[in-house]
């Protein structure tokens, strides 16, 4: 596994969050969420979200026990009606099969050789926080051997530049068209770039976060 991750706040803190690590010695858990909101109210709600986060995921390996798990706790403590938009999975390092969990969140984008970039299928799961005892939809699929996983917030495709146009899910696909062979970091500078370049210099009105993952071949 390879994985790169930025996180550019709109003010001085973020309610945006990713996250990233080992459960065990085979299964990697990563994740990425986007609160409500914006300043330190959603910097204090992301900031809860994650600390629940690596509590709960070390004792779990199904993404839809984890974000049940999270929904509750949130839930049971949200005076402000907060919530999260959230994106987990767990990869198996070692056979690429990848169980995971999308509470309202942008659907990924998987990227295989020979193939052009395409979104993870749309769920209709709601974002955590906002109903104690909501059930979640786990999906799974293989990642196969240089396939990349690329995840973002909704800063990214809903950046504006003066004319107030949208940066889009079309001109994020065609971007990572032209860069879906490259290493992650390299697919996530690219995309922040062409996003400067829209933008125009235009005030920056949400987060920008993005995380990209590569599935490498085993090596013995």
């Not at 330190?40 to 839809?64: C, E, G």
């Not at 974000?67 to 767990?90: A, D, H, Y």
């Not at 032209?178 to 697919?187: F, Q, R, T, W, Y």
């Amino acid at each position: 596994i390879d994985l790169y991750a930025m996180l550019e706040p709109a003010k001085e803190v973020g309610g945006d969050l990713y996250d990233f690590f080992l459960i065990d010695p085979k299964h990697l858990c990563f994740a990425i969420g986007d609160v409500s909101g914006k300043g330190v109210p959603a910097s204090l709600f992301m900031a809860v979200t994650r600390t629940l986060l690596r509590s709960v995921a070390p004792n779990q390996q199904s993404p839809a026990k984890i974000v049940e798990s999270l929904n509750c706790s949130l839930s049971q403590t949200n005076e402000s009606s907060m919530f999260v938009t959230f994106f987990l999975g767990i990869i198996n390092v070692e056979t690429g099969h990848m169980k995971y969990v999308n509470a309202g969140h942008n659907p990924p984008v998987i990227l295989r050789e020979g193939k052009d970039p395409t979104l993870f299928e749309v769920t209709k799961d709601l974002p955590i926080g906002l109903f104690e005892e909501h059930s979640y939809e786990e999906k799974e699929m293989f990642i196969k051997a240089n396939d990349r996983i690329f995840l973002y917030t909704d800063g990214i495709t809903e950046a504006e530049n003066w004319d107030l146009t949208l940066y889009s899910e079309e001109r994020l696909l065609k971007c990572l068209t032209s860069v879906k062979n490259s290493e992650p970091i390299e697919i996530v500078m690219s995309v922040a770039q062409d996003v400067v370049v829209h933008v125009n210099d235009y005030i920056q009105s949400d987060d920008l976060t993005m995380m990209c993952i590569i599935f490498k071949e085993r090596t013995q």
